[in-house]
């Protein structure tokens, strides 16, 4: 930074009247600022660092008050970046304004392979921040456990499953795998088959891993009951809000078994509570059903989410959450991107892989092919079904996708469902009778979507208008609307 960028950007902050994500405001005008440290950490813990800038007064709406001695200023802020693991070396600028100093120290970010940065004296769990906002806040024991679980190769998918012994696994489909990969690899076959075992992350000194028991288990969840998916679908956009009827879900369930199984399963929640939409094609005049979301990015999103979440003892705890609102679906799992990917560089730059024994294996299996395509294969099946792209959100804890449907923007031909609706009710009709009618797979979404707001502008009427939950209720198309 020059001194001409350091200006700019003190009128920028006396401007937004704020720090940010990379900015924090010092006044220093008295002496050189306590607890430097956490900001130091905080900034070094973060991909693009972060700028001090000392001379303004915060609790002054930023005022112009500029640092006691600038040189000095420098020293005690290099004393504070010596206390640090790794040292961190800030570039410094000065700058004068009307006889007033003004300082600035830029922090780099210190390599992800050397984060945590912390305050040597406090130790790594004690001394470790990260930035959030305009704040820093101490590092979770699971955030800094993250960096070092990279930093030191730790393999958490093939980590000894205590209590866990060969009669838990399905050793027919164990010793399929087994023969499928002494096929890809002849030499296997010379070794003993305890040895066959530990070279495939079956066993790991003798016992039984992680990855065997998620593979071929037959019921992984009895000795980790929440390596699970819990599943729910909201019958709104928010969590915690009612339906009419008082129902803060429309359907939930905890979804168990080993990892193929549990995907099988979570497709299935999916398509019996995903909306399905009617077009009237116009070339076939042939109705046409729509899915809310295509399947194949569903199923992309939860193999993602099962052999790409953190598998350690800090996340065991933890199921991936899927959840289905009207508007959209999130599906949420422990762990956010691992090693040095980011966001940006999802579906573009070849990823490191924090569990590669289980990725590997599901790959032997056919679940998955293990080419780093499953992003591409979301945002293209999105935009083929013209959807809004998928939204990635990273912390380091966790990592959620959110695949949006066209609730506000529905793709069914409106006037033309109607009229037919209208035409099928000439003759008075139950809800079970519309619901078949109208083909949709979710019963209530027909309703909503369709026969509510044709009873609501008065076009259909209830036969027993005076207990409108009867179950004896039909639905009549209106005298005036009947051709």
């Given at each position: 930074?020059?001194?001409?960028?350091?200006?700019?950007?003190?009128?920028?902050?006396?401007?937004?009247?704020?720090?940010?994500?990379?900015?924090?405001?010092?006044?220093?005008?008295?002496?050189?600022?306590?607890?430097?440290?956490?900001?130091?950490?905080?900034?070094?813990?973060?991909?693009?660092?972060?700028?001090?800038?000392?001379?303004?007064?915060?609790?002054?709406?930023?005022?112009?008050?500029?640092?006691?001695?600038?040189q000095d200023l420098q020293k005690k802020i290099m004393e504070y970046c010596e206390q640090m693991t790794p040292v961190i070396r800030p570039?410094?600028?000065?700058?004068?304004?009307?006889?007033?100093?003004?300082?600035?120290?830029?922090?780099?970010?210190?390599?992800?392979?050397?984060?945590?940065?912390?305050?040597?004296?406090?130790?790594?769990?004690?001394?470790?921040?990260?930035?959030?906002?305009?704040?820093?806040?101490?590092?979770?024991?699971?955030?800094?456990?993250?960096?070092?679980a990279f930093r030191k190769k730790y393999r958490d998918d093939i980590r000894i499953a205590e209590g866990i012994s060969l009669r838990a696994?399905?050793?027919?489909?164990?010793?399929?795998?087994?023969?499928?990969?002494?096929?890809?690899?002849?030499?296997?076959?010379?070794?003993?088959?305890?040895?066959?075992?530990?070279?495939?992350?079956?066993?790991?000194?003798?016992?039984?891993?992680?990855?065997?028991?998620?593979?071929?288990?037959?019921?992984?969840?009895?000795?980790?009951?929440?390596?699970?998916?819990?599943?729910?679908?909201?019958?709104?956009?928010?969590?915690?809000?009612?339906?009419?009827?008082?129902?803060?879900?429309?359907?939930?369930?905890?979804?168990?078994?080993?990892?193929?199984?549990?995907?099988?399963?979570?497709?299935?929640?999916?398509?019996?509570?995903?909306?399905?939409?009617?077009?009237?094609?116009?070339?076939?005049?042939?109705?046409?059903?729509?899915?809310?979301?295509?399947?194949?990015?569903?199923?992309?999103?939860?193999?993602?989410?099962?052999?790409?979440?953190?598998?350690?003892?800090?996340?065991?705890?933890?199921?991936?959450?899927?959840?289905?609102?009207?508007?959209?679906?999130?599906?949420?799992?422990?762990?956010?991107?691992?090693?040095?990917?980011?966001?940006?560089?999802?579906?573009?730059?070849?990823?490191?892989?924090?569990?590669?024994?289980?990725?590997?294996?599901?790959?032997?299996?056919?679940?998955?092919?293990?080419?780093?395509?499953?992003?591409?294969?979301?945002?293209?099946?999105?935009?083929?079904?013209?959807?809004?792209?998928?939204?990635?959100?990273?912390?380091?804890?966790?990592?959620?996708?959110?695949?949006?449907?066209?609730?506000?923007q529905p793709t069914t031909n409106d006037t033309e469902d109607d009229k037919q609706l209208l035409s099928f009710c000439r003759t008075a009709?139950?809800?079970?009778?519309?619901?078949?009618?109208?083909?949709?797979?979710?019963?209530?979404?027909?309703?909503?979507?369709?026969?509510?707001?044709?009873?609501?502008?008065?076009?259909?009427?209830?036969?027993?208008?005076?207990?409108?939950?009867?179950?004896?209720?039909?639905?009549?198309?209106?005298?005036?609307?009947?051709?």
């Amino acid at each position: 930074m020059v001194e001409r960028e350091l200006h700019e950007m003190i009128e920028q902050i006396r401007l937004r009247g704020c720090e940010g994500q990379t900015t924090e405001v010092k006044s220093a005008h008295f002496g050189c600022p306590e607890r430097l440290y956490d900001t130091i950490s905080a900034f070094s813990n973060q991909d693009c660092g972060g700028i001090l800038v000392f001379g303004l007064d915060e609790q002054n709406g930023f005022a112009k008050v500029g640092v006691y001695d600038a040189q000095d200023l420098q020293k005690k802020i290099m004393e504070y970046c010596e206390q640090m693991t790794p040292v961190i070396r800030p570039v410094f600028t000065v700058c004068e304004e009307n006889g007033l100093l003004f300082v600035s120290a830029e922090v780099p970010p210190v390599d992800l392979s050397e984060r945590p940065c912390f305050k040597t004296a406090k130790g790594r769990l004690q001394g470790s921040y990260i930035r959030t906002g305009d704040a820093d806040k101490p590092m979770t024991e699971y955030e800094v456990y993250s960096y070092e679980a990279f930093r030191k190769k730790y393999r958490d998918d093939i980590r000894i499953a205590e209590g866990i012994s060969l009669r838990a696994l399905d050793m027919e489909k164990v010793n399929a795998y087994i023969a499928i990969k002494r096929r890809e690899r002849p030499n296997l076959a010379v070794l003993p088959l305890e040895e066959q075992y530990e070279l495939n992350g079956i066993t790991r000194e003798g016992r039984v891993t992680l990855t065997a028991l998620l593979l071929f288990g037959f019921l992984p969840q009895a000795a980790y009951p929440q390596l699970s998916i819990l599943a729910t679908s909201v019958p709104g956009t928010t969590l915690g809000i009612p339906d009419e009827d008082g129902n803060r879900f429309s359907d939930t369930k905890r979804i168990e078994g080993t990892l193929s199984e549990m995907l099988e399963t979570a497709l299935a929640f999916v398509r019996s509570n995903m909306k399905t939409a009617i077009r009237i094609n116009a070339q076939t005049g042939m109705r046409e059903n729509i899915p809310q979301y295509p399947i194949i990015a569903v199923r992309e999103a939860l193999l993602n989410a099962l052999v790409h979440r953190d598998y350690s003892f800090h996340t065991e705890g933890m199921p991936i959450q899927l959840t289905m609102y009207t508007d959209r679906m999130e599906i949420t799992n422990p762990g956010g991107l691992y090693g040095r990917l980011t966001i940006d560089q999802l579906g573009h730059t070849q990823p490191d892989t924090r569990n590669p024994v289980l990725v590997t294996a599901m790959e032997t299996l056919g679940e998955t092919e293990n080419r780093y395509s499953g992003i591409p294969t979301i945002r293209f099946a999105m935009q083929q079904h013209s959807l809004p792209a998928p939204v990635f959100v990273d912390s380091r804890s966790t990592f959620k996708v959110v695949l949006c449907n066209h609730t506000e923007q529905p793709t069914t031909n409106d006037t033309e469902d109607d009229k037919q609706l209208l035409s099928f009710c000439r003759t008075a009709r139950t809800r079970a009778e519309i619901i078949k009618y109208l083909g949709l797979s979710s019963g209530e979404y027909a309703l909503r979507r369709y026969l509510n707001p044709l009873v609501k502008s008065g076009a259909i009427r209830l036969t027993k208008p005076e207990t409108p939950r009867s179950k004896d209720q039909k639905y009549r198309t209106a005298d005036e609307f009947t051709e």
